[in-house]
């Protein structure tokens, strides 16, 4: 049983390397734990979770702030949450994405939620990434990290937290820098761009080819106050400062990216043999981003989109105990706001999003309940929503949205279990989709219907002394689907009807003690009802071929390891041509890490990214995002990094 469990694995061709270790928190989500100590390359938590989870992919934009697609699902139609406070970019093309706004450094946990299956979330379409930040601890701690890098990579950070049972206090910071990585054909982005472009002086090529990739500064503060054992008051802030930003396949480089999160809670726990806790909530995140094209050709002109996002919310959240049923109620109320104005050569020209808030109202319930050998949990969700534009010549719109679902465990025995769900979601159309302007004309469509996802999942997961595994399915079927039609000058976003439907697998097999393998692997597929007005082509974007993992773990002695990884993905052939995809070479790269401890207190990491140098692109090009176009018409492809060097050392105490 084990040879066959680690040989069905190296049959798939996919290999599998994880920086941080993969658990599960429910048989419907994985959970990555201690982040900040394993995940060593770089501060993008979305790079962390395309290597870690089955489920996740990420499109590259940058060195740095990459975003993450779940299922083929991406932007509002997921949810991203730190600590419970949600955080939306500002940047129209995603330059900012949510999950960029916290680094991995800062990170205790992530669980990623796949499907309709957390109503506690507002706009969770189709799955859901949780982030958890280092708590402070009693007593007195410390963790000062050195990284550096291919590329003159460079990073140092460090966390401090202490206290006693009345106060607790955490201080963390961070800065991090880098020049341009060079692909496997040792081009850097900038010359990446002129390749693309067929010259080194074309409109948007760079005008100074050797420019600093990103600068990137974190600082993060929490202080948790208990007057009383069974209160507890807990303030938190963040603040994100990146400078300089190239995202050479956009027409336009990040001149700044400043975002700032505030958290206040205030819980009080046992209040009753029936009432468990109740916490009140107020967060708000703030974002300042302006882009532009001050470093492209030609010289002589700064075309800037200055865009400002921001949401504030309060949540009231109960815990109850009925009888063994276990209640979660929750009330939530939100405003987010997106704004953003055209200048050329600081002269101003015009709004690219009007100052729209979106106004939500929520409440959800949810119900867990063991009966005999079935764990099930019921939840449901109603949202009302509306949203405002600050323009008398742009449509009001409200909306009401209702979720539910019910996900259960079969237990046949201690080793084995079987899981299903069924799930509906929905989410509004955002600002951008809505009203959009460039160029002087409105990009959004202003009678778009919100998306409404039904889902289907099914699994089983085998856990023993010797392996751990686990298969899953689903089904997706999307109604209303807001899709780009790259055939349109004006009201580029249309409502079709989708589904989307695969399998995920992975798993551990323990060849002894201190020697196993890992891996996982995904395959899915992305279809329309039918082809959008004016199209003929049913296949979906952002549904990426068939991929995987595995990786070999020697653990020499304890908290030290060595692994060799590798991962691989199909050729991406089904794609949707008629809006901006386009066929891409399969690919498979390999990795190495070691981790030493010296004692429990110093330790370092050193790896080797991509060891054979192999140039290959992951991401593709739906017109969803504004790419450079090439001189062959074909929209830029950005390579991932070439042979990447790095080592970190970190010193606890």
């Not at 959800?364 to 063991?370: H, N, P, Q, R």
């Not at 699994?459 to 023993?464: D, S």
Request: proline share 3%; net charge negative; charged share 25%.
């Amino acid at each position: 049983m084990k040879k066959s469990i680690a040989l069905s694995f190296i049959a798939l061709g996919c290999l599998y390397a994880q920086d941080v270790v993969l658990e599960d928190v429910n048989v419907d989500s994985t959970a990555l734990n201690e982040v900040a100590q394993n995940a060593k390359v770089s501060a993008d938590i979305g790079e962390v979770l395309a290597k870690d989870v089955p489920s996740i992919d990420m499109s590259r934009r940058s060195g740095i702030a990459n975003d993450i697609i779940i299922r083929g699902q991406k932007r509002d139609n997921i949810s991203v949450t730190v600590d419970g406070t949600k955080t939306y970019g500002a940047c129209p093309n995603r330059m900012d994405p949510p999950i960029s706004h916290i680094l991995s450094n800062n990170v205790k946990s992530i669980e990623v939620i796949e499907g309709p299956y957390d109503v506690s979330e507002y706009g969770n379409l189709g799955g859901g990434v949780k982030i958890k930040t280092k708590d402070p601890r009693k007593g007195a701690h410390g963790d000062i990290s050195f990284g550096a890098g291919s590329w003159r990579y460079q990073k140092i950070a460090a966390s401090f937290d202490g206290g006693t049972d009345l106060l607790r206090v955490l201080i963390s910071g961070s800065s991090e820098e880098s020049d341009q990585y060079k692909d496997g054909n040792g081009d850097t982005l900038a010359q990446q761009l002129d390749n693309a472009l067929g010259s080194t002086t074309a409109m948007r090529s760079y005008i100074k080819k050797d420019m600093q990739a990103y600068t990137k500064e974190n600082f993060m503060t929490k202080f948790f106050i208990n007057p009383t054992k069974n209160q507890e008051i807990r303030l938190g802030y963040t603040a994100n400062r990146s400078d300089t930003v190239l995202y050479p396949n956009s027409g336009m480089d990040a001149y700044y990216d400043d975002s700032d999160i505030y958290n206040v809670e205030y819980e009080i726990k046992n209040i009753a043999s029936w009432y468990k806790s109740v916490t009140l909530q107020f967060f708000s995140s703030d974002v300042d981003h302006p882009m532009g094209t001050k470093y492209r050709y030609p010289p002589t002109v700064d075309m800037i989109n200055h865009m400002w996002s921001s949401y504030d919310a309060f949540r009231l959240k109960n815990k109850f105990n009925f009888n063994d049923f276990l209640v979660d109620f929750g009330l939530e109320s939100g405003k987010r706001n997106w704004d953003g104005e055209y200048t050329k050569n600081e002269t101003y020209l015009g709004k690219s999003i009007d100052n729209v808030d979106t106004t939500n109202y929520s409440a959800y319930l949810k119900v867990d309940k063991k009966i005999a050998s079935f764990d099930i949990s019921v939840g449901a969700r109603y949202d009302n929503s509306e949203i405002r534009p600050d323009s008398s010549t742009l449509k009001n719109r409200d909306f009401d949205s209702f979720g539910a679902n019910i996900f259960a465990n079969y237990n046949i025995n201690k080793a084995n279990k079987v899981f299903f769900g069924f799930g509906q979601a929905q989410r509004v159309p955002d600002a951008r989709e809505l009203y959009f302007k460039k160029e002087g004309k409105i990009k959004g469509t202003q009678n778009l219907e919100q998306v409404t996802n039904q889902e289907f999942d099914l699994g089983y997961k085998l856990a023993t002394e010797d392996a751990d595994f686990k298969i899953k399915t689903f089904y997706s079927m999307l109604k209303d689907y807001i899709y780009v039609n790259a055939n349109k000058a004006e009201s580029i976003f249309e409502n079709t009807d989708a589904t989307i439907y695969g399998v995920e697998l992975s798993g551990t097999y323990y060849v002894m003690d201190d020697l196993s393998f890992e891996g996982w692997a995904n395959y899915k597929v992305g279809k329309k009802d039918k082809p959008l007005a004016g199209q003929t082509d049913t296949d979906l974007a952002d549904i990426a071929p068939l991929e995987g993992r595995v990786g070999v773990i020697y653990d020499y002695m304890p908290r030290s390891y060595v692994r060799v990884d590798a991962q691989a993905r199909d050729k991406w052939d089904k794609i949707d041509g008629d809006n901006g995809e386009q066929e891409i070479a399969g690919w498979a790269v390999i990795d190495l890490k070691l981790k030493h401890s010296f004692n429990k207190n110093i330790a370092m990491t050193f790896g080797v990214n991509n060891i054979l140098d192999k140039t290959y692109a992951r991401s593709n090009t739906y017109k969803d995002l504004t790419l450079v176009v090439s001189d062959t018409s074909d929209v830029m492809l950005l390579n991932e990094p070439g042979r990447y060097i790095y080592t970190n050392f970190d010193f606890r105490f």
